[in-house]
Structure formats: C-alpha cells, structure tokens
C-alpha cells in the first residue's frame, strides 16, 4: 500500500494541509502517515546522563500525544479505520527527519502546508521548504492555507524535458482518481520558433507512457514566462499546478532569483506540486 506523508507543524495553515493530505490520501487509497519533527538540547557531562533519557522519553510520549490529538480534533474523534497513523520523533534537523521518513517508506507524495501571509515568499526564506524540493525523493506538494480540495484541473509546467514525461505520469495517476482534467503548457519566446512542433513530439512521447486521455496541450507564445503562466492559471481556474524543478535551472529557483514574488500571488492559493528531475 502506497504512503502519503504529511508533516505537521502545528501552525494554522498545517490545519488546511492535514485536511487536504487527509483528502487525497482517501481519494487515491493510499495511507497516510502525519509525522512532527522536533528537537531537544544537547547536554553534556555525565551527571546529566539520567535526565537527559528521562527527558527523551517524556518529551517523546508528549509530542506522540499532541499530534495524534492534532489529527483527531481536525478529522475527527476517532481516527480509527481512517488509514491514518501517526508518528513524531526527534532530529536535530527537521529537513532530514523529513527526507528519512520519507525514504523509509518509499512515500507517494511528501505533504507541507506553505506558512506565513506570503507562501511564496516563504518557501524561498524558509530552509525547510526549499531543502525539501531539492532533496525529496518524492514529489513534494506544498498547500496553501486558502486550497480547495475539489480538484477539477491540473496545470503542468513543461520545456520538454524527457524527466516531465514520468511526473505526468504520477499527475495522471492523481488526475484518474478526480476525473480531473490535465492541461500540459510550454510557454515558448518567439511565436515563430518550433514550439508547436516540439509539443507534437512531445505529446507523442507522453501518449507512449500515459494512457489517461483527459490531458491536452497547450503552447503559449510570449517573452513573459511567469507572467504568462500565472495570467493562465488564473483565467482557467486551476486547481493544482505541478512542475519539474531541474538542479540548475529550477521554476522556484528562477522566480526567487527574478523577484517576483507579488506577481506570482496564484501560487498561494493553489497547491503547488513540485518534482525533483534527479528521480525520473
């Protein structure tokens, strides 16, 4: 059985991500594994060696407590025969308790709630966000506090790379079970390059590995790239946008270095599902 992870931090967008992991983890069938990392401070010196193991297990026992208290004032009383566990445990880094929980399990999806009153802008300032796109062996979906569950359109971000073809793949897998509609779009330059060509083949690359039918495709010409994509998601209503994020040249990576983060605002109202190329 697949497993959809949801890392949990308490705050009040954690609240609408657990909702929404909870959401598409009963829609697809999979598990759903809620986790919350923490940290104690390092001690020193022998006589704090009882303490401090005394300290571990009552620091653990509390967090296990609060979390599952977490998930059931938030879905529901009881959590029993809701393919939910639970589980917090400690690291000195929340990153890479994260990205081992994640690799443990070989999980479908890793699930954060984007935080603060600028998403965009905090998934740049903060470590976390950003460590887990770039090192995730999993896609990553980051949701925002206003995310609407009812998922009717998917946008994918394309520029033709042969990694995209397995991303869509997992996207058409998520698409299936909403019936939800894909729409593939590749914004290219010039209207009189190869665009529509490249799509041609593209397209016919994609058919060879994706069966599901509801999926079109789109190439739009303008120099605006993020621009354009976001005046795309806005007047089509999109539900979800998903994109490869490449090492060097990545989406996020490029929007932060561009400053764009006021113009980017759709992005924090829909969630953003994000693919390492490394792992397709």
């Known amino acids: ?49 009882d303490f401090y193991e005394n300290l571990e297990k009552k620091t653990l026992k509390k967090h296990n407590t609060k979390l599952k208290n977490f998930c059931k004032k938030h879905l529901g009383k009881d959590l029993t025969g809701m393919k939910i566990q639970t589980e917090a ?28 009153e ?28 206003n995310a609407n569950e009812n998922l009717k359109l998917i946008v994918y971000a394309t520029d033709f790379e042969q990694e995209d073809i397995g991303a869509i793949f997992i996207v058409s897998q998520i698409a299936r079970k909403f019936n939800a509609r894909i729409v593939v779009v590749h914004i290219a330059p010039n209207s009189l390059g190869d665009g529509n060509l ?23 010409f303008s120099e605006e790239i993020f621009e354009t994509l976001k005046n795309y998601i806005d007047s089509n209503d999109a539900d979800m946008v998903a994109m490869l994020e490449r090492e060097k040249s990545g989406f996020l990576k ?14 924090e ?10 792992n397709y």
């Open 1 to 49: 059985m697949k497993t959809i992870i949801f890392a949990a931090d308490y705050s009040k967008n954690s609240v609408t991500a657990l909702k929404y992991a909870y959401g598409l983890s009963s829609k697809l069938g999979t598990n759903l594994l809620v986790i919350h990392v923490y940290n104690l401070p390092m001690m020193f010196g022998m006589e704090f060696e």
């Open 89 to 116: 445990f400690e690291n000195l880094s929340v990153s890479q308790g994260i990205l081992s929980k994640t690799n443990e399990y070989n999980a479908f999806m890793l699930v954060i709630g984007m935080k603060k």
């Open 198 to 220: 490249k799509m041609e083949w593209f397209k016919e690359m994609v058919q060879q590995k994706v069966t599901y039918k509801k999926i079109k495709y789109r190439v739009l």
């Open 118 to 145: 600028s998403a965009i802008k905090e998934l740049f300032m903060g470590d976390t966000s950003m460590s887990l796109i770039e090192k995730s062996p999993s896609p990553v979906l980051l949701v925002p506090a």
């Open 254 to 267: 490029n929007l932060f270095k561009r400053d764009m983060v006021k113009e980017m605002e759709s992005f």
């Open 269 to 278: 109202k829909i969630p953003l599902l994000s693919f390492n190329e490394v």
